[in-house]
């Protein structure tokens, strides 16, 4: 047993008061004269004894009432299992995880309401004097100074979600950097209020804790029932087309112990609901729902996913941008005679496509950055400023479909496309030889699956009859082949851009590829996928970001805007490329919060385009680390103490009685109170 105040303990000399009193009795006797002195000497006798045990009971219990009152004020405490008291010279950090994960419920509460209110009753077990700190997810300003219970309780009030979610190491380097400017070296104590989520909360197997310190790790989690969100939305088309049916297939979770039945799914388009589906999703499943939607103009529209999944509500709606029938831009460069107008019959007849086609000889090479596929038709040596260009365009992502002469000069095609990785290229004939069959391409997915989904394709085909006049080694995706294996229009990535290379010129005498069904939609198919489309949606957990801005200089500075919030990111332009840095959570001014939905960027004063952010997906994974599985990983560690369960009605008394001591002055006081009311009888009633 151990005193707060041990200097109390000097007023146990007033026990002595009582022996005093009765040692030396001050009262005056009074004699009183009678006649028969004989029968008062036996009543005499009688009434000393019992009146000196009186005295003592008396004394005894006035003793006994000093010396209670005297130790309660001194405050006694059983010394703890652990063998540590928390004293004011330690510094005492209390985390409370305010990430999104901790809307989850525990008996109709929330998980980040019962962390407050077991931090707030903790509180009273601090001693006057003690130095507390309160650290959040926000790692804002206000956790740099130290405060007493009362202030670090109106604290609490003010605390709300946060989309940061940290790990663990990081929250525990907070703590003790924070302690270190306080010069609190040893002896702190760092009590950690979170859910633990397996997600976020890092790798804890090889966190190792600083054996100064003492850490207690308090769990706040239940049984997750359920949480749905979605997981990623996809065309099912390359691009959007006005006033045509589209479709958009959403991919849903589940995390959740329990299947999800019947969940209304709505897609929202400019704040419009224009579609809905109902979703049944296993439990630890996930499933796809697919939505048909039109649209009647062009430009960037902002599309939505939304269903009520309770109690997890931040992920309920996913935020999304669409680019409705964007201009697909198609330079397109011939040799020295103009060929038959296949490439522009294609490219004319659909107005989402801009065609230009103009001689390979007289193209202004500025004309190549500013397209999105370029396709050279005819073209027999690739050198000079358009060997350059096409390179630069090529490293920036855009698409070039290369049809051969009838006497390409082979050399100057190994060099130009050696680089990459299309190499033994070699002439098979000056003159078309024997036309060959194409084998049928597979129609269940890859370059092909929409192309058949969408048209009378998918039944049996008539395959075109074409003759090779180039052959090469194939370093990519073969798209259509001949029956013995040989390419006829292979297609290679090169990093984000792509290169096609078809056998063959499309003039009749090598084949009747240009003339057969599948023509149309290949170009199609290739013009789309040219487009470098940018996500339709961002996620905060990526922090870092590139898109393509036009209208930019080095001068020029993008700001980010929602509503009445206004960022100015860090950012980097290169050319057309824009990178931009998301501030995070401990960079934001007061009252600045970083929330999923969408984001105007404003150059000079014009909205540029619209962006869409959400949530992490990892905030959404319903798995936690158990109290078991914490006291397993950091069994070995001493300093660490993980607690069963907050929700226990014992706990705050528990982690007093382990941690502070258990308080005995209040029996001392009841003590102190008896023994008063034993004098008192005593008094009364012994007679």
């Not at 192309?451 to 009859?465: V, Y």
């Not at 057969?516 to 470098?532: E, Q």
């Not at 509503?563 to 009252?591: D, F, R, S």
């Not at 103490?641 to 007093?656: A, P, R």
């Amino acid at each position: 047993m151990q005193f707060l105040y041990p200097s109390f303990l000097w007023a146990l000399l007033a026990a002595a008061i009582p022996v005093i009193i009765h040692l030396f009795n001050f009262r005056r006797t009074k004699k009183i004269y009678f006649t028969n002195v004989a029968f008062l000497k036996a009543v005499n006798t009688t009434t000393s004894s019992f009146r000196r045990l009186k005295h003592l009971l008396i004394m005894a219990a006035r003793i006994l009432a000093i010396i209670c009152l005297v130790l309660a004020f001194a405050q006694p405490i059983l010394i703890p299992k652990s063998g540590n008291i928390s004293k004011s010279a330690g510094l005492t950090s209390i985390y409370i995880d305010n990430s999104l994960s901790m809307q989850n419920e525990l008996n109709k509460k929330s998980y980040l309401d019962k962390a407050i209110n077991k931090v707030e009753e903790l509180l009273t077990a601090f001693p006057q004097g003690s130095r507390l700190q309160l650290v959040t997810n926000d790692f804002s300003a206000q956790e740099h100074s130290l405060n007493n219970a009362q202030q670090i309780k109106e604290r609490t009030t003010t605390i709300d979600y946060t989309h940061t979610p940290r790990t663990v190491e990081n929250v525990l380097k907070r703590q003790t950097s924070l302690a270190a400017k306080h010069q609190s070296q040893g002896g702190n104590q760092f009590i950690l209020f979170s859910d633990f989520q397996k997600s976020t909360a890092g790798t804890l197997n090889q966190l190792k804790v600083d054996t100064s310190s003492t850490v207690f790790l308090v769990p706040v989690q239940a049984k997750a029932i359920q949480n749905v969100f979605v997981d990623s939305v996809w065309l099912n088309t390359p691009f959007i087309r006005e006033m045509q049916v589209n479709t958009l297939t959403v991919k849903l979770s589940n995390t959740g112990e329990r299947a999800v039945q019947n969940l209304p799914i709505k897609l929202f388009v400019d704040e419009v609901q224009i579609a809905s589906a109902i979703a049944n999703i296993d439990a630890h499943g996930a499933t796809t729902a697919n939505f048909n939607f039109t649209v009647k103009d062009k430009g960037f529209k902002k599309g939505r996913i939304s269903f009520d999944d309770t109690p997890i509500t931040f992920d309920n709606d996913y935020y999304f941008v669409l680019h409705a029938a964007p201009k697909i831009r198609v330079l397109h460069l011939f040799g020295q005679s103009a060929p038959e107008k296949f490439v522009q019959h294609v490219f004319e007849n659909d107005s989402v496509f801009a065609l230009r086609s103009v001689s390979a000889s007289n193209v202004d090479v500025g004309q190549i950055s500013t397209s999105d596929l370029v396709v050279l038709e005819g073209v027999q040596v690739i050198d000079g400023s358009l060997s350059v260009s096409l390179q630069d365009f090529i490293k920036a992502g855009g698409s070039v479909m290369i049809i051969p002469p009838t006497a390409p000069d082979v050399t100057n095609y190994t060099s130009f496309l050696g680089k990459y990785g299309i190499r033994n290229i070699q002439l098979k004939s000056n003159t078309p030889s024997e036309l060959n069959i194409l084998a049928e391409p597979s129609k269940s997915g890859g370059f092909f699956g929409d192309i058949f989904d969408s048209s009378n394709l998918r039944a049996m085909l008539q395959m075109p009859s074409q003759s090779a006049n180039l052959i090469w080694q194939v370093a990519g995706e073969k798209l259509l082949q001949f029956r013995n294996g040989m390419p006829y229009l292979s297609s290679t990535s090169v990093g984000q851009g792509e290169i096609y290379l078809l056998a063959s010129p499309l003039a009749k005498e090598w084949g009747d590829f240009a003339r057969n069904a599948l023509f149309v939609p290949i170009m199609y198919k290739i013009g789309a996928l040219s487009v470098r489309q940018e996500p339709s949606a961002y996620s905060f957990k990526d922090n870092t970001f590139t898109l393509e801005v036009d209208n930019a200089n080095a001068n020029t500075s993008f700001k980010l805007k929602k509503g009445k919030l206004e960022l100015i990111p860090i950012q980097q332009l290169n050319g057309k490329q824009l990178t931009i840095e998301l501030p995070k959570a401990n960079q934001l001014n007061e009252g600045q919060a970083i929330e999923s939905g969408y984001y105007e960027l404003v150059n000079n004063g014009k909205v540029d385009r619209i962006l869409a952010f959400n949530h992490d997906h990892s905030e959404s994974q319903m798995d936690f680390y158990s109290s078991e599985e914490l006291k397993s990983i950091f069994g070995t560690q001493k300093n660490v103490q993980v607690f069963d369960q907050i929700d226990d009605t014992d706990f705050v008394k528990t982690f007093k009685e382990q941690n502070f001591g258990k308080a005995l002055w209040r029996y001392f006081l009841i003590g102190a109170l008896i023994f008063l009311a034993i004098e008192i009888l005593l008094v009364r009633f012994f007679k």
